[in-house]
């Protein structure tokens, strides 16, 4: 079972970039579906970007053109590419994993999801 953590996060104003990393141990990633959610202070977790075990790419509406996933697989870690940063981005950001390898689908319910980290803040001021 993969178990993810995240790093990265921090405080940035309004129109700046961060880049996170979710480092996987536990198991192989690439072999599982990966995403990326994040959860603002009384609102539910939602999903923000995922990669499936195809590859296979799906981003949030409110994330498009300026949020970038990607992997390296040699050194089991995704990452996210934030630019343009908003307050409405405001949030912890998770990384999660499945359990199912070698699958093409991509969920997107943090109930699919089986393994996640433990969070990391960003902040973003206006």
């Known amino acids: 079972q993969v178990q993810p953590v995240e790093s990265g996060g921090g405080l940035v104003q309004a129109g700046g970039s961060l880049k996170l990393s979710c480092a996987a141990s536990g198991g192989t990633f690439s072999n599982y579906a990966m995403a990326w959610f994040r959860q603002a202070p009384g609102k539910e977790r939602e999903f923000v970007v995922g990669i499936s075990w195809g590859g296979g790419i799906d981003y949030a509406e409110s994330v498009k053109g300026r949020f970038t996933i990607s992997k390296d697989n040699g050194k089991n870690t995704m990452y996210l590419q934030m630019n343009n940063l908003k307050p409405d981005d405001t949030a912890v950001y998770y990384c999660?994993?499945?359990?199912?390898?070698?699958?093409?689908?991509?969920?997107?319910?943090?109930?699919?999801?089986?393994?996640w980290g433990q969070g990391t803040q960003v902040t973003v001021s206006s």
């Open positions: 999660a994993a499945t359990s199912t390898r070698f699958s093409f689908t991509l969920p997107h319910k943090a109930t699919d999801f089986n393994s």
